[in-house]
């Protein structure tokens, strides 16, 4: 679980696997962006208290994805 606090910035730590994949990079999704967003370099803004998902996909392969709780706190 990821914890972020609210109107703060993080950055998203993630690897993949394989590494032939991580050259290609990865794309970042928030299931919700009333409670948070996340930009194309992963970096996670809290918005609004509550929780969503974050899913981070590989680009050369979008089968390839993880998904990683997130919860804004205050």
Do not use: H, W
């Not at 950055?11 to 032939?20: D, E, G, N, Q, W």
């Not at 990865?26 to 962006?33: I, M, N, Q, Y």
């Amino acid at each position: 679980e990821m914890v972020v606090p609210l109107g703060k910035s993080l950055l998203t730590r993630y690897t993949i696997k394989p590494a032939s994949l991580s050259k290609a990079g990865v794309t970042f999704e928030s299931s919700d962006e009333s409670v948070a967003t996340v930009n194309r370099q992963g970096y996670v803004k809290g918005i609004a208290l509550g929780q969503c998902e974050l899913t981070i996909r590989s680009k050369r392969d979008p089968s390839v994805s993880a998904v990683l709780p997130l919860r804004c706190m205050p």
